[in-house]
């Protein structure tokens, strides 16, 4: 029987990662390691500025928070609507299917100008209260983290529900019944059965939310404000307004370095939950 | 596997047609950046159709911000993507420290004796300049008089403020600065005033969503340059510009060459073509409001200088002291305005 | 007994559907406005919009006063077509090769073929322009396919990965006991169990290759205008609502993209009856 050991088929990726982005990444590491804006004197100084600084790991922590946050925010919200859209009829979830990847659809451009409406001081969510008689004053939605968090749900939760789902619907129908006729109410069906075994799909919904929640710059920096300071932001402004690029790759490699470890975790969680469905 | 072959044909198909020349031949060409919105438009529809008709060159625009210009020509070391600038003085200077900007010999340029003296350097040439204020909306907030202004009701409770990563809010930060007894290298006094009216302050947001934040009305006034209020006034936003009482910001907007640029001499004959009399004639109509740097074009009136010689009454700044010191201003402003 | 137990699925049904009509709400709300706002008799975006009126959708189909959008979005269509068409066969192998293996090394590749997503797009544009341009290249087409290829590659990754991990390794297992070669397995067994997951990761990475912003920042020319970074450029100077209409003009090509495929698919079902 001719067949390629497994790990070879990871090979063509592999060189193209290594051609295309390991390189440009490891000068980025390189570039770190300089003093001044011209990148010519080496040294350390620009880590030093930046780990010396407090102010830099409130930033980390807000960043990472964030991302946390929005995972919470789109599994809560989220994992809901992939339960019901398991037991809608199949016309219905193709009709449901296209309403997920919608967000998608809408280029970030005009998604912050969207949320802008929403959550402005004159936005929909305030006159709505206002003429409910809820509240008098306006709320402040934009610009704070709360605002930003339910911004980025949306765009987030394709990412959480596309997995999810292409991981549940082949889930046998039949557990769910043979629970339900052991005598098990739907929670614990759900909590027992359907999480369980939906695992892997929560697990990468998860990963792809957090990694590209943290990083959402024009999110982040439109409907966020420049009061929320996450490190995408320094990273702009370091690399396209002052040009420091040792200090912008110092900020970028401690982003990748903190997101990753997040995310490996994450990782090796599904892993172990993949290993636990198959015994 | 039908879908996967059909899906490789039509990749290979789209990458083909991507070889195809797409220009109409022409003797030369030159590429350049411009700021997007007003500036390309304008640019295409005035400065594109003269450099054809004049000297058969094609004129290929990039709508860039001054700071990614910048930054992809520095990151592009000596092969530059473009080979003309439009930059203001922040940027501008910011290009000639890192060695981007390629000399500009005057002589070359036919129209330099239409310039006023000083407009033709040996970086560049001056195409025109921008005034900044604020920006208010007449139907929500009566007019401010000043910058100072901007920290008492009703106003502080609308404003919409940005930092320091524009040239524009740069500018407009340093006139508040002065209002409360700063100067041009010393903004504290803008950063306690800024302090006590944190909470009160409608938004604090990034340049690019200031025209949103403002239509919506998450704020009624903001600084900003002439040209953005008579563009957006032109889309029917209910904005006016005002005339702080210690005077509006004017500043020179520049074109250069690009170190390492290829067409040269054909980026001579599009600066030539961008002053000349009858391409600053149709850029200083609406919907474009461009002050011309063309000494022979008349000034409209609705344009906030009568003439060129009024440019220095505006306010003005020294660019190469403000640079040295903005990298620090713009980490003073995240961590003061942090949450 | 039987009573609280229909209690409890009432609760079930009532927090389950008050859950998911709030995604809908979050989902919806922002597509409603957008295409509410692109229909303005206007001349800037503004919500609510004056009046209603096709003209921008009528502008944004104009050759004359379009042509510049017309051209960055065949640019952003034939990077995403190129870029998803790579990753899906790059992406898809890869994941077969690292699903099953238990190696400690298959697992920091997998962290490395992530780390992309992580890496700000604007870092890696950067640090890509930056590099190509040492090595000698210019930016072009072609550098700014490669550079979407690595940053879309994880999504379809991901979701593979995701399918993989829940196929039964016994399916495998027992088609090749049974004789059938490893390349016929792939065909007949994996490959239309893990299609969905395909699918759905390469349906993510033509979207985000559509949007992507800071990678086509650097890596694209004046004759490779990218259709997002023109949308960009629109909102901040004039809030022109065509950027609203283009979005409309997306919204309604999936939809059409939906409907057809809906159709042959449910048409070689009836053949194969």
């Given at each position: 029987?001719?067949k390629?050991?497994?790990?070879?088929?990871?090979l063509p990726?592999?060189l193209?990662?290594?051609s295309i982005?390991l390189?440009?990444l490891?000068?980025?590491v390189?570039?770190?390691f300089?003093?001044?804006?011209?990148?010519?004197?080496?040294g350390?100084?620009q880590w030093?500025?930046?780990?010396?600084?407090p102010?830099s790991?409130k930033?980390?922590a807000?960043?990472l928070?964030?991302?946390?946050?929005?995972?919470c925010a789109t599994?809560?919200?989220g994992?809901?609507?992939?339960?019901?859209?398991?037991?809608?009829p199949?016309r219905l979830?193709?009709?449901?299917?296209f309403?997920?990847?919608?967000?998608?659809?809408?280029s970030v451009?005009?998604?912050t100008?969207a949320w802008?409406?929403?959550?402005?001081?004159e936005g929909?969510?305030?006159?709505l209260l206002?003429?409910?008689g809820?509240i008098?004053?306006?709320?402040?939605?934009?610009?704070t983290?709360?605002?930003?968090?339910?911004?980025?749900t949306?765009?987030?939760?394709p990412l959480m529900?596309?997995?999810?789902?292409?991981?549940?619907s082949?889930?046998d129908p039949n557990?769910r019944?043979?629970?339900?006729?052991l005598?098990?109410?739907r929670w614990?069906?759900l909590?027992?059965?359907?999480?369980?075994?939906?695992?892997?799909g929560?697990?990468?919904g998860c990963?792809l939310?957090?990694?590209s929640?943290?990083?959402?710059f024009i999110?982040?920096?439109v409907i966020?404000?420049?009061r929320?300071?996450y490190?995408p932001?320094l990273?702009w402004?370091?690399s396209?307004v002052?040009?420091?690029?040792?200090?912008a790759a110092v900020?970028?490699i401690?982003?990748?370095?903190?997101?990753l470890?997040?995310v490996?975790?994450l990782?090796?969680l599904?892993?172990?939950?993949?290993?636990?469905?198959h015994? | 596997?039908f879908?996967?072959?059909?899906?490789l044909a039509g990749?290979?198909?789209l990458?083909?047609?991507?070889?195809?020349?797409?220009?109409?031949?022409?003797?030369g060409?030159?590429?350049?950046?411009?700021y997007?919105?007003?500036w390309?438009?304008?640019?295409?529809?005035i400065v594109v159709?003269a450099?054809?008709k004049?000297?058969?060159v094609?004129?290929?625009l990039?709508?860039l911000?001054a700071v990614d210009q910048?930054?992809?020509?520095?990151?592009?070391r000596?092969a530059p993507?473009f080979?003309?600038f439009?930059l203001d003085?922040?940027?501008?200077?910011m290009?000639?420290e890192?060695?981007?900007?390629e000399?500009?010999?005057g002589k070359?340029?036919?129209?330099?004796s239409?310039?006023?003296?000083g407009?033709?350097d040996?970086w560049?040439?001056?195409?025109?300049?921008?005034?900044v204020?604020?920006a208010?909306?007449?139907?929500k907030?009566?007019?401010?008089?000043?910058?100072k202004?901007?920290?008492?009701?009703?106003?502080?409770?609308?404003?919409?403020?940005t930092?320091?990563q524009?040239t524009?809010?740069t500018?407009?930060?340093?006139?508040?600065?002065k209002?409360?007894g700063?100067s041009?290298?010393n903004?504290?006094?803008?950063?306690?005033e800024?302090?006590k009216?944190?909470p009160?302050i409608?938004?604090?947001g990034q340049?690019?969503a200031?025209?949103?934040?403002?239509?919506?009305g998450?704020c009624d006034v903001?600084?900003t340059?002439t040209q953005?209020?008579?563009?957006?006034?032109?889309r029917?936003?209910d904005?006016?510009?005002?005339?702080?009482e210690?005077?509006a910001?004017?500043?020179?907007?520049t074109?250069?060459i690009?170190?390492g640029?290829?067409?040269v001499?054909?980026?001579?004959k599009y600066?030539d073509?961008?002053?000349s009399?009858?391409v600053?004639?149709?850029?200083?109509?609406p919907p474009y409001?461009?002050?011309?740097?063309?000494?022979?074009?008349v000034?409209?009136?609705y344009?906030?200088m009568?003439?060129l010689?009024?440019?220095?009454s505006f306010?003005?700044h020294?660019?190469a002291?403000i640079?040295?010191l903005?990298a620090?201003w713009?980490?003073?402003?995240n961590?003061e305005m942090?949450? | 007994?039987?009573r609280?137990?229909?209690?409890?699925?009432?609760?079930?049904g009532?927090?389950?559907?008050?859950l998911?009509t709030?995604?809908l709400?979050?989902?919806?709300a922002?597509?409603?406005i957008v295409?509410t706002?692109s229909?303005?008799e206007g001349r800037s975006?503004?919500f609510p919009?004056?009046?209603f009126s096709?003209?921008w959708y009528?502008?944004?189909?104009?050759?004359?006063k379009?042509?510049?959008i017309?051209r960055?979005?065949?640019n952003s269509?034939?990077v995403?077509?190129?870029?998803?068409?790579?990753?899906?066969?790059l992406g898809s192998?890869?994941?077969l090769g690292?699903a099953?293996g238990?190696?400690?090394l298959g697992?920091?590749?997998d962290?490395f073929?992530?780390s992309?997503?992580?890496?700000?797009?604007?870092?890696f544009?950067?640090?890509?322009?930056m590099?190509?341009?040492l090595?000698?290249?210019r930016?072009?087409?072609?550098?700014i396919?490669?550079g979407h290829?690595?940053?879309?590659?994880p999504?379809?990754?991901?979701?593979?990965?995701a399918?993989?991990?829940?196929?039964d390794?016994?399916l495998?297992?027992?088609?090749q006991?049974?004789?059938?070669?490893w390349?016929?397995?792939?065909?007949?067994?994996?490959?239309?169990?893990i299609?969905?997951g395909?699918?759905a990761?390469?349906?993510?990475?033509?979207?985000?290759?559509?949007?992507n912003?800071?990678?086509?920042?650097?890596?694209s020319?004046?004759?490779t205008?990218?259709?997002?970074i023109?949308m960009?450029?629109m909102m901040e100077?004039?809030?022109?609502?065509?950027?609203?209409a283009?979005?409309?003009?997306?919204?309604?090509a999936a939809f059409l993209?939906?409907l057809?495929?809906?159709?042959?698919?449910?048409l070689?079902?009836?053949?194969?009856e």
């Amino acid at each position: 029987m001719i067949k390629p050991a497994e790990w070879q088929l990871a090979l063509p990726l592999a060189l193209a990662f290594a051609s295309i982005f390991l390189a440009p990444l490891l000068m980025l590491v390189g570039v770190s390691f300089f003093n001044d804006d011209k990148i010519s004197q080496p040294g350390l100084a620009q880590w030093a500025k930046f780990l010396g600084d407090p102010f830099s790991y409130k930033v980390i922590a807000d960043t990472l928070l964030l991302g946390v946050k929005t995972v919470c925010a789109t599994i809560v919200v989220g994992y809901p609507l992939a339960l019901v859209y398991l037991d809608a009829p199949p016309r219905l979830q193709k009709v449901m299917i296209f309403v997920i990847v919608m967000p998608l659809l809408l280029s970030v451009v005009v998604r912050t100008f969207a949320w802008i409406v929403v959550l402005g001081r004159e936005g929909v969510i305030n006159q709505l209260l206002i003429s409910l008689g809820i509240i008098s004053e306006p709320l402040r939605l934009l610009q704070t983290e709360l605002g930003l968090v339910i911004s980025l749900t949306q765009i987030e939760m394709p990412l959480m529900l596309l997995p999810l789902i292409s991981v549940m619907s082949r889930l046998d129908p039949n557990l769910r019944d043979a629970s339900a006729a052991l005598g098990a109410s739907r929670w614990r069906t759900l909590f027992t059965v359907i999480v369980p075994l939906s695992m892997p799909g929560l697990v990468a919904g998860c990963l792809l939310v957090f990694a590209s929640s943290t990083t959402a710059f024009i999110s982040q920096t439109v409907i966020g404000g420049v009061r929320l300071i996450y490190l995408p932001l320094l990273i702009w402004q370091q690399s396209l307004v002052v040009f420091n690029w040792p200090f912008a790759a110092v900020v970028s490699i401690t982003l990748l370095i903190s997101v990753l470890t997040v995310v490996s975790a994450l990782s090796w969680l599904g892993r172990r939950s993949g290993g636990y469905v198959h015994g | 596997m039908f879908s996967r072959r059909s899906l490789l044909a039509g990749a290979t198909a789209l990458g083909g047609a991507s070889l195809l020349p797409t220009l109409a031949h022409a003797k030369g060409s030159v590429t350049a950046a411009i700021y997007p919105g007003t500036w390309e438009e304008a640019y295409r529809s005035i400065v594109v159709p003269a450099l054809k008709k004049d000297s058969d060159v094609e004129l290929e625009l990039q709508p860039l911000f001054a700071v990614d210009q910048v930054a992809k020509v520095k990151a592009a070391r000596g092969a530059p993507p473009f080979d003309a600038f439009v930059l203001d003085p922040g940027p501008r200077i910011m290009a000639i420290e890192a060695g981007l900007i390629e000399k500009f010999d005057g002589k070359k340029l036919m129209n330099a004796s239409k310039l006023p003296a000083g407009f033709v350097d040996e970086w560049g040439v001056c195409v025109g300049a921008q005034v900044v204020g604020i920006a208010y909306n007449p139907k929500k907030v009566p007019a401010p008089k000043g910058w100072k202004d901007l920290f008492s009701e009703p106003w502080v409770s609308r404003l919409g403020l940005t930092g320091f990563q524009t040239t524009f809010g740069t500018v407009s930060l340093i006139e508040i600065a002065k209002v409360f007894g700063g100067s041009e290298t010393n903004v504290e006094p803008a950063f306690v005033e800024l302090k006590k009216v944190l909470p009160k302050i409608a938004a604090v947001g990034q340049p690019a969503a200031m025209a949103g934040l403002f239509q919506q009305g998450q704020c009624d006034v903001m600084y900003t340059n002439t040209q953005t209020v008579a563009t957006l006034k032109g889309r029917g936003v209910d904005i006016e510009f005002v005339k702080p009482e210690t005077g509006a910001v004017a500043f020179y907007t520049t074109l250069h060459i690009t170190k390492g640029a290829t067409e040269v001499a054909n980026a001579y004959k599009y600066f030539d073509a961008a002053v000349s009399k009858g391409v600053q004639e149709a850029l200083t109509k609406p919907p474009y409001n461009f002050i011309p740097a063309n000494k022979d074009v008349v000034m409209p009136s609705y344009l906030p200088m009568k003439s060129l010689d009024e440019f220095n009454s505006f306010v003005l700044h020294d660019w190469a002291k403000i640079n040295p010191l903005r990298a620090g201003w713009i980490e003073k402003f995240n961590k003061e305005m942090a949450k | 007994m039987g009573r609280r137990r229909s209690f409890v699925d009432l609760s079930y049904g009532v927090v389950i559907g008050t859950l998911a009509t709030i995604a809908l709400l979050i989902i919806v709300a922002p597509v409603v406005i957008v295409l509410t706002t692109s229909f303005t008799e206007g001349r800037s975006l503004k919500f609510p919009p004056t009046g209603f009126s096709l003209q921008w959708y009528e502008a944004l189909f104009d050759p004359s006063k379009s042509r510049q959008i017309h051209r960055a979005a065949l640019n952003s269509l034939e990077v995403a077509a190129c870029s998803t068409a790579f990753g899906i066969l790059l992406g898809s192998m890869a994941a077969l090769g690292l699903a099953r293996g238990r190696h400690r090394l298959g697992r920091v590749v997998d962290g490395f073929f992530m780390s992309p997503l992580v890496l700000p797009g604007l870092t890696f544009g950067l640090a890509a322009l930056m590099y190509f341009t040492l090595i000698g290249f210019r930016p072009s087409l072609n550098l700014i396919i490669a550079g979407h290829m690595i940053v879309t590659v994880p999504f379809i990754l991901r979701t593979t990965t995701a399918s993989l991990s829940q196929l039964d390794p016994a399916l495998n297992d027992s088609s090749q006991s049974l004789g059938a070669s490893w390349l016929y397995t792939l065909r007949r067994v994996t490959l239309p169990l893990i299609a969905p997951g395909i699918f759905a990761g390469a349906f993510l990475a033509f979207m985000a290759s559509i949007d992507n912003v800071p990678v086509s920042l650097f890596l694209s020319t004046a004759r490779t205008d990218m259709l997002p970074i023109r949308m960009w450029g629109m909102m901040e100077s004039t809030l022109d609502p065509r950027i609203a209409a283009v979005s409309g003009v997306l919204i309604t090509a999936a939809f059409l993209l939906m409907l057809v495929m809906e159709w042959t698919v449910g048409l070689t079902r009836r053949m194969r009856e």
